[in-house]
């Protein structure tokens, strides 16, 4: 340690930049201030490694903050600014991509394209004893309940006019729930593979005709 | 773009790519079941019909034919409906090959179903390379394959059904143009025409009967009866009341 109590005045007076003193003097203050610069650089943070070491703590602790940052920013609410305009256009698009996808997983219908016309078509068929009579087909997953026809009490006709995409339909008539019955009226009869027969009609582009 | 923004957008167009992805399976098995169909059962559906995707082949139909089979259950045996099942995709294959024969990579899936059901309806593999190498596309290829066989299922002979196709194809008609064809069949029959008539004209080069200059048949009316119109004609008639 350097004690500055056994310093001299005159050197004090040296120190603090004072003109003056023997040379004796002067080169003891010398010799103090030389003391003092070792003292203080001993004191000082031994440089520039260890500034580097910390930066370099400091921003990956600043990394962690910023990915912390991004993950609360994704779990909390946020007020989010949106055009309708451009919010349904992103939906339009989602949907339109969807479509396709699943087009592509089903495999389409045979005969009926991307760019299908619908038409309506009218399906009649004579039964005045029947209480219901309803429409299932390949257009409507065969739902037998689905399309209900109605009857016209004077005719005992049972009629339904449904919208169907151009190309070919397997369909049949269900009376009172049970009785599966083909249409007379339809372009053909196919087996169904179960024994039976299913009624097919090819929808064109500028609608049907029947026999 | 922000990154809020960015990442709803994101989220909006994966979704429903992600939901048409998702196992067809549970859909097949959850509409059958729905039905009342027993879940056994549903489930041996389902696997024919993934059976199917993975080799590539339509799935639309055997779901149809499956919900059929189950409508129909009062008639037909839960087995009877995996048996045809079974068949049908058989069926799929090989119209699948037919195509692939004649050098198409990646036959769509509407041209695999459709030659399948011509298969089914007395076409020739013969017949199927006909209509395929006559159509512009494989799309107007599964339109052409559905008209033949519904021309057949009328009782037209299968070669001039193949043989009216392939003339509207080369005559630059559109796969459209050429679902008229049954109609067309539908009122020259009605007219009292037999079908063995209009196959020997279509044979004989004389095209399909009312059809060689692109006109529609005489007397045969666009439509039958006021509701059988297109919804766009109707729109106008509306319109011009």
């Known amino acids: 340690m350097i004690d500055g109590s056994h310093i001299s005045p005159d050197v004090h007076r040296l120190l603090d930049g004072e003109p003056g003193g023997s040379p004796e003097d002067r080169a003891a203050a010398d010799r103090f201030q030389t003391a003092l610069d070792t003292y203080g650089a001993a004191l000082r943070l031994p440089g520039r490694d260890v500034d580097i070491a910390v930066m370099t703590a400091v921003r990956r602790r600043r990394g962690r903050a910023r990915s912390g940052m991004f993950w609360r920013w994704l779990v909390q609410p946020q007020a989010v600014q949106l055009r309708p305009a451009m919010a349904a256009a992103a939906i339009i698009a989602a949907l339109a991509v969807g479509i396709v996808v699943r ?89 169904d593979g179960f024994g039976q027969s299913n009624s097919v009609i090819v929808v ?5 005709v029947r026999s | 773009m922000k990154p809020a923004r960015m990442t709803i957008a994101l989220a909006l167009m994966l979704l429903p790519a992600t939901l048409a992805a998702q196992d067809q399976l549970p859909d097949v098995e959850r509409q059958l079941v729905a039905r009342g169909a027993p879940v056994e059962w549903a489930q041996s559906v389902a696997e024919i019909v993934a059976a199917a995707r993975a080799d590539g082949l339509p799935t639309g139909p055997l779901v149809s034919k499956a919900l059929e089979g189950w409508a129909k259950r009062g008639r037909v045996p839960p087995d009877r409906v995996l048996a045809v099942l079974n068949q049908l995709m058989g069926r799929f294959g090989t119209a699948r090959d037919l195509a692939v024969g004649t050098g198409l990579d990646d036959p769509p899936g509407s041209l695999v179903a459709a030659a399948a059901e011509g298969l089914g309806r007395g076409m020739t593999p013969e017949n199927v390379r006909d209509v395929i190498a006559a159509a512009p596309t494989p799309e107007a290829a599964a339109t052409g394959m559905t008209v033949a066989g519904s021309l057949a299922a009328q009782g037209l002979d299968v070669a001039a059904a193949v043989r009216a196709v392939r003339d509207d194809f ?37 095209g399909f009967p009312g059809r060689g200059s692109g006109a529609r048949p005489k007397g045969v009316p666009p439509t039958k009866g006021p509701t059988d119109i297109p919804t766009k004609a109707r729109g106008r008639r509306r319109g011009n009341n």
Request: zero cysteines.
């Open chain 1, 103 to 191: 087009q592509a997983t089903l495999g389409g219908s045979p005969g009926v394209g991307s760019e299908t016309p619908v038409m309506l078509v009218r399906f009649e068929l004579a039964a005045p004893r029947a209480q219901t009579v309803s429409l299932a087909g390949s257009f409507n997953d065969w739902s037998a309940g689905e399309e209900d026809m109605v009857k016209s009490p004077a005719t005992g006709l049972w009629t339904i006019t449904v919208p169907l995409p151009s190309g070919e339909h397997q369909y049949m008539f269900v009376v009172d729930g049970e009785q599966w019955v083909p249409d007379p009226n339809a372009h053909a009869q196919v087996d």
């Open chain 2, 170 to 206: 080369r005559n630059g008609r559109s796969a459209a143009e050429l679902l008229e064809l049954p109609s067309g069949m539908a009122a020259l029959i009605g007219q009292g025409m037999h079908p063995r008539d209009i196959a020997q004209q279509i044979v004989r080069g004389g």
């Open chain 1, 204 to 208: 064109g582009p500028r609608g049907v």
